[in-house]
């Protein structure tokens, strides 16, 4: 097995054997963190490799002010144990994260594009090439972004102006129009010291800058030829706004025109809006109608649901925003369903060393 612990700035490497139902297995689980990046904070990474780094899947973690654990944790717990599935078909897990996910998204883009320069450095000291002239070696690369993690790709590919793509590309929840919490919370806001949560908080002027930039490049024909519509997409909701939706005086009273279509964030009893269905799949037209109206409710639908960012949509049932099960599941099946090149077939000659290793 080729370990690649001493190309960067690997600060450990732990070896574990992995046994699987359909095989037996050497994985590799590896930490690679580097901070500061292009002097700014920078990054916390996991690796789940079987044998050697084959194709890649990038996990980007979203929002976090706590920042009180290491990816490793996630590889190690409940993560781990779900994306099993991918590892067994020779899919390889990395969970990428920020030293401080409250930063400028633009900085925390900077820190997945320099991560991807350095995943290709490993593919080209491994003899992988660059048929196709993109300036990256040929390998799948796919990139699952829960919540902020898909705005920061999707910050990166513009960022990176056509430098940087991927094969596919998974967001779960993520406020491609933006956080829109109930009214109630709106004193709140006051007291968000963060700029990532102002970039993406719906109606500010950093919102506006932010999202207005990201919509100017997307828009350009070259920009959505050479690196949207190469890739394989799919925008995961936590709600479903494809059919009307019904409020209620107190639903008006309360929360948003979108309550019934949006995911929700909770604390004890106060449960406020947060992604509304039409930012998490980037809706094109975010404009809505009313259906029916009576004194005390009103029924509405959105005018068109269309994406020309995301081939697919995927709706769940209105759900509190973050990553269950369900919806890792349903990305995974999105990446296996699109994966190109073939099952990695793990070396006979790695079965003798393992029944060395398990006696």
Known sequence: MKCRANIGLVTSVILS????????????????????????????????????????????????????????????NDLGAITQPLIDLGHDIIIFDYVNGEADLKENAD?????????????SANGVID?????????????IGGSMGGIVARTMFVQENEAMGADIFVTVD????????????????????????????????????????????????????????????????LSDGESDWHLDFGDLLFHTDYHDVSSYIEDR?????????????????????????????????????????????????RDRHGAPDYVIQQAMDFVIEHSERPQHNKPTWLIPILDLLLQ
């Open 17 to 76: 054997v992995a046994l699987t139902v359909s095989e037996i297995a050497l994985a590799s689980d590896i930490v690679y963190d580097r901070d500061p990046v292009n002097g700014h904070s920078g990054f916390l990474s996991a690796w789940r490799v079987t044998d050697e780094l084959d194709k890649p899947v990038i996990v980007v973690k979203g929002y976090d002010t706590v920042n009180d654990d290491h990816p490793f944790d996630d590889l190690q």
């Open 111 to 123: 820190n997945l594009a320099e991560f991807i320069w350095y995943i290709d450095s490993v593919f």
């Open 131 to 143: 048929r196709d002239g993109d300036g990256h070696p040929d390998y799948e690369l796919a990139i």
């Open 174 to 237: 993520s406020p491609h129009h933006g956080v829109q919490l109930s009214p109630f919370l709106d004193w709140a806001t006051d007291f968000i010291d963060s700029v990532a949560g102002h970039q993406m908080l719906y109606g500010g002027v950093s919102y506006f800058e932010h999202y207005g930039w990201l919509r100017s490049v997307e828009s350009r024909p070259e920009f959505k030829e050479h690196v949207i519509d190469p890739m394989h997409t799919a925008a995961i909701a």
């Open 269 to 317: 009893d106060t449960r406020s809006d947060y992604v509304p269905y039409h930012s998490a799949v980037n809706m094109d037209n975010i404009g809505t109608e009313v259906v029916d109206r009576d004194w005390d409710s009103v029924d509405m639908k959105y005018t068109d649901t269309h994406t020309s960012y995301f081939d697919l949509k995927i709706p769940n049932p």
